[in-house]
């Protein structure tokens, strides 16, 4: 329950504090003193949107600070508890909020700063306000399953969460499918591709190196007849087939020395050092042969290591400037290849994780559309009631659900209210046929219900009375004041019916000096009540007749 509202620096309000009581509060004023700034006000402290405008000429920011009377709420309680912002001692909940003209708007709960989001889901437990904007709403067939839902609350909105977080995770799945379905050509042709790169450079099987053997190896055959003659030449040079060959001369020059050494074995280093090299040299000379021997100068061989070389120099226009980048490229494709393969196991476990996943919402959306129906048998029950009190004697109210083609956040259905407002009359959507004070008693029919149901301890109804006078402005008199038996309510109102009705009246007045204006607030007590009756009856030319006509509706509030 709201207990005291402090609004400071707020459009005309200076400042302005005001202290509610249990039951019916009603606000009364002339039009224009700002009873409806109040309400903004209200509204800006329950998270609404703080304009910069908002804030008093000349100052730089406002302030609306409200003081609660806990009530337990269990929503209230979980949402405190989480964020470590449990009432004081007194269990009081202190919340406020300053707008200020840089931007940089404040929020606090219990004197702790808080984000908007965290502040507004605390807030939005607390207070509920109706105006004239949310006559739209109810017009709205769009808005008219988050009514049905919140009437039969409890496990409705257990199953909602599940089917949100299920409708969530179909989303996500059909959109995987379809970015699946999207790509499905485009990894096909990169398979393709990708095997017929990797059969290609397996089919060379080229090894790290062989270019360069293969190089080498053709030059040599490209020039066999060649080296095979002057590896000859030299063998025969060395060795044997001319006369006066090199190791022959030397085994001549051998046997000399060592004729001297018999003589002088001074020259025995040099005789070994000349053994040695004649044996060096018989030694090469067998090598040339045997080279000249090993020479190939078929040209079918050639022909191979010109074909491979070929081969290997397409893989390199293609796949990289070396045998090293070719065989690292063929192992990226190869793994990118290993992820396409698995492509087609990823999209058939995606379809079964989404059929599951399907499978499941219309288990849990056929639960909620049978809570639904079950819901509104009672409320077409309920609200039907309600509004014959509101002087509605020949209504019939109806909920009426279809089933959307599609699967959405709420389920499948569609949910209208119909209403005949008149006997014989066919039930019709309510946009097509009510008027604005039958939208305003349904609203409050709505009201009346739901103040049972869910725990938001205050109610503010902004002008309820509009477009309805004479017997059916008594019945929504006696309505507001039936809620404030178990809700406190806050009215502003221009009926003297409802003024009358109020536990509590405060009266909200416009002053001028000379150059500033202020809205002020005060609160009546029982003869300036009758005044302020009398004038809502005949206006500041109030008579005898009227005072006591205030006094009646005072004394028997209807």
């Given at each position: 329950?709201?207990?005291?509202?402090?609004?400071?620096?707020?459009?005309?309000?200076?400042?302005?504090?005001?202290?509610?009581?249990?039951?019916?509060?009603?606000?009364?004023?002339?039009?224009?003193?700002?009873?409806?700034?109040?309400?903004?006000?209200?509204?800006?402290?329950?998270?609404?949107?703080?304009?910069?405008?908002?804030?008093?000429?000349?100052?730089?920011?406002?302030?609306?600070?409200?003081?609660?009377?806990?009530?337990?709420?269990?929503?209230?309680?979980?949402?405190?508890?989480?964020?470590?912002?449990?009432?004081?001692?007194?269990?009081?909940?202190?919340?406020?909020?300053?707008?200020?003209?840089?931007?940089?708007?404040?929020?606090?709960?219990?004197?702790?700063?808080?984000?908007?989001?965290?502040?507004?889901?605390?807030?939005?437990?607390?207070?509920?306000?109706?105006?004239?904007?949310?006559?739209q709403?109810?017009?709205?067939?769009?808005?008219?399953?988050?009514l049905?839902?919140?009437?039969?609350?409890?496990?409705?909105?257990?199953?909602?969460?599940?089917?949100?977080?299920?409708?969530?995770?179909?989303?996500?799945?059909?959109?995987?499918?379809?970015?699946?379905?999207?790509?499905e050509?485009?990894?096909?042709?990169?398979?393709?591709?990708?095997?017929?790169?990797?059969?290609?450079?397996?089919?060379?099987?080229?090894?790290?190196?062989?270019?360069?053997?293969?190089?080498?190896?053709?030059?040599?055959?490209?020039?066999?007849?060649?080296?095979?003659?002057?590896?000859?030449?030299a063998?025969?040079?060395?060795?044997?087939?001319?006369?006066?060959?090199?190791?022959?001369?030397?085994?001549?020059?051998?046997?000399?020395?060592?004729?001297?050494?018999?003589l002088?074995?001074?020259?025995?280093?040099?005789?070994?050092?000349?053994?040695?090299?004649?044996?060096?040299?018989?030694?090469?000379?067998?090598?040339?042969?045997?080279?000249?021997?090993?020479?190939?100068?078929?040209?079918?061989?050639?022909?191979?290591?010109?074909?491979?070389?070929?081969?290997?120099?397409?893989?390199?226009?293609?796949?990289?400037?070396?045998?090293?980048?070719i065989?690292?490229?063929?192992?990226?494709?190869a793994?990118?290849?290993?992820?396409?393969?698995?492509?087609?196991?990823?999209?058939?476990?995606?379809?079964?994780?989404?059929?599951?996943?399907?499978?499941?919402?219309?288990?849990?959306a056929?639960?909620?559309?049978?809570?639904?129906?079950?819901?509104?048998?009672?409320?077409?029950?309920?609200?039907?009631?309600?509004?014959?009190?509101?002087?509605?004697?020949?209504?019939?109210?109806?909920?009426?659900?279809?089933?959307?083609?599609?699967?959405?956040?709420?389920?499948?259905?569609?949910?209208?209210?119909?209403?005949?407002?008149?006997?014989?009359?066919?039930?019709?959507?309510?946009?097509?046929?009510?008027?604005?004070?039958?939208?305003?008693?349904?609203?409050?029919?709505f009201?009346?219900?739901?103040?049972?149901?869910?725990?938001?301890?205050?109610?503010?109804?902004?002008?309820?009375?509009t477009?309805?006078?004479?017997?059916?402005?008594?019945?929504?008199?006696?309505?507001?004041?039936?809620?404030?038996?178990?809700?406190?309510?806050?009215?502003?109102?221009?009926?003297?019916?409802?003024?009358?009705?109020?536990?509590?009246?405060?009266?909200?007045?416009?002053?001028t000096?000379?150059?500033?204006?202020?809205?002020?607030?005060?609160?009546?007590?029982?003869?300036?009540?009758?005044?302020?009756?009398?004038?809502?009856?005949?206006?500041?030319?109030?008579?005898?007749?009227?005072?006591?006509?205030?006094?009646?509706?005072?004394?028997?509030?209807?």
């Amino acid at each position: 329950m709201l207990i005291k509202l402090f609004i400071g620096n707020f459009a005309l309000i200076d400042k302005l504090e005001i202290e509610f009581g249990a039951g019916l509060n009603v606000l009364t004023g002339e039009t224009g003193a700002g009873k409806s700034i109040i309400i903004d006000a209200v509204g800006v402290l329950m998270g609404g949107q703080a304009l910069a405008e908002y804030i008093r000429t000349g100052e730089d920011k406002a302030i609306v600070e409200g003081v609660f009377a806990f009530n337990g709420s269990h929503k209230v309680m979980e949402v405190l508890d989480e964020f470590g912002l449990l009432p004081d001692e007194d269990e009081f909940l202190i919340i406020s909020r300053e707008i200020v003209r840089t931007g940089k708007n404040v929020c606090r709960i219990n004197g702790r700063q808080v984000n908007l989001s965290v502040f507004k889901e605390i807030t939005g437990n607390l207070v509920d306000i109706y105006g004239q904007h949310h006559q739209q709403s109810l017009l709205d067939p769009q808005k008219h399953v988050l009514l049905l839902d919140e009437y039969q609350g409890g496990q409705v909105i257990t199953v909602l969460e599940e089917l949100a977080n299920l409708f969530r995770e179909v989303s996500d799945l059909k959109t995987k499918a379809e970015k699946m379905a999207e790509n499905e050509k485009e990894q096909a042709r990169l398979a393709d591709m990708y095997r017929f790169q990797v059969s290609e450079i397996d089919k060379c099987n080229p090894a790290t190196g062989e270019d360069s053997g293969l190089e080498a190896e053709k030059k040599i055959l490209a020039n066999a007849e060649k080296l095979a003659g002057l590896s000859h030449e030299a063998y025969e040079l060395l060795y044997e087939g001319r006369p006066n060959s090199v190791t022959e001369l030397l085994h001549e020059a051998v046997n000399r020395i060592k004729e001297i050494c018999l003589l002088d074995e001074g020259m025995r280093s040099a005789s070994d050092t000349l053994e040695s090299a004649m044996y060096q040299i018989e030694e090469t000379a067998r090598d040339i042969k045997n080279y000249a021997d090993r020479i190939d100068t078929d040209s079918g061989r050639l022909e191979e290591v010109e074909a491979r070389l070929d081969l290997i120099r397409q893989l390199k226009r293609k796949y990289g400037d070396s045998i090293e980048e070719i065989l690292k490229y063929r192992e990226q494709i190869a793994s990118s290849l290993s992820v396409i393969d698995n492509f087609d196991e990823e999209q058939s476990r995606n379809k079964e994780s989404l059929s599951r996943a399907m499978s499941r919402y219309d288990i849990i959306a056929s639960q909620l559309t049978g809570l639904r129906e079950k819901a509104a048998s009672g409320l077409r029950t309920r609200i039907t009631s309600e509004l014959k009190e509101l002087n509605m004697p020949h209504v019939t109210f109806d909920v009426k659900i279809s089933r959307k083609s599609t699967p959405g956040v709420k389920g499948y259905d569609d949910i209208e209210f119909l209403i005949s407002p008149n006997k014989g009359e066919p039930l019709k959507p309510l946009a097509k046929i009510v008027s604005g004070g039958e939208v305003s008693r349904i609203m409050l029919a709505f009201k009346t219900i739901l103040a049972k149901i869910d725990s938001i301890g205050t109610l503010i109804f902004d002008e309820v009375d509009t477009g309805i006078g004479g017997e059916t402005i008594h019945a929504v008199a006696r309505k507001l004041a039936f809620i404030g038996n178990d809700r406190q309510v806050i009215c502003v109102t221009h009926s003297p019916v409802i003024a009358g009705c109020g536990e509590r009246h405060f009266k909200i007045s416009k002053l001028t000096d000379k150059s500033r204006t202020y809205t002020q607030v005060k609160a009546l007590q029982k003869l300036e009540r009758v005044q302020e009756i009398a004038r809502m009856l005949a206006g500041e030319k109030a008579t005898e007749i009227t005072r006591k006509l205030a006094e009646e509706i005072l004394e028997k509030p209807d």
